[in-house]
């Protein structure tokens, strides 16, 4: 009997650990979910999908959504201006990691998740404005905006 709560307790701690969080693939459903009902909406043209934009701790996250799954996340500290620690770049990369490992390959901030399916970039600098950020993107929604080779 105690063997059976122990394999009890253990289960229910890690699918409640692996659904903490949003991440890529997720449904709007899911990601609301996660981190309740998006700040702002913009329902773009069929090529773009949907952007959503959600408050996750110190974070906005900003979702887009194409099939009605998150296909591109940006992570970005809610003052616009603190740089990601590498802790912080890490816990996103793990949230979506989906139990693979990601792997560096240059000396660029750039990730791959191990099966190709995924990407990561880290932008001190957003465009053309001071705003670090991270993204992290599937194959899918990389190749059909040429950010994926």
Same mark, same amino acid.
């Given at each position: 009997?105690?063997?059976?709560?122990?394999?009890?307790?253990?289960?229910?701690?890690?699918?409640?650990?692996?659904?903490?969080?949003?991440?890529?693939?997720?449904?709007?459903?899911?990601?609301?979910?996660?981190?309740?009902?998006?700040?702002?909406?913009?329902?773009?043209?069929?090529?773009?999908?949907?952007?959503?934009?959600y408050?996750?701790?110190?974070?906005?996250? %900003?979702?887009?959504?194409? *099939? /009605? +799954?998150?296909?591109?996340?940006? !992570?970005? &500290?809610?003052?616009?201006?603190?740089?990601? #620690?590498?802790?912080?770049?890490e816990?996103?990369?793990?949230?979506?990691s989906?139990?693979?490992?990601?792997?560096?390959?240059?000396?660029?901030? %750039?990730?791959?998740?191990? *099966? /190709? +399916?995924?990407?990561?970039a880290? !932008?001190? &600098?957003?465009?053309?404005?001071?705003?670090? #950020?991270?993204?992290?993107?599937?194959?899918?929604?990389?190749?059909?905006?040429?950010?994926?080779?």
């Open positions: 009997m105690h063997k059976s709560r122990i394999a009890l307790f253990t289960l229910l701690s890690f699918a409640l650990s692996s659904t903490g969080t949003a991440r890529l693939w997720d449904t709007e459903r899911q990601v609301e979910a996660q981190y309740g009902a998006a700040i702002e909406k913009t329902e773009n043209d069929a090529e773009q999908g949907k952007l959503y934009t408050r996750y701790k110190d974070f906005y996250v %900003m979702v887009t959504f194409d *099939d /009605g +799954k998150s296909q591109n996340e940006l !992570y970005i &500290h809610q003052d616009q201006k603190t740089p990601f #620690s590498s802790e912080e770049i816990v996103f990369l793990d949230m979506n989906f139990g693979q490992r990601w792997h560096k390959e240059t000396e660029d901030p %750039m990730w791959i998740l191990g *099966d /190709g +399916k995924a990407m990561a880290y !932008y001190p &600098h957003l465009g053309k404005s001071e705003t670090p #950020s991270l993204g992290i993107c599937t194959q899918e929604h990389a190749k059909r905006h040429g950010t994926f080779r």
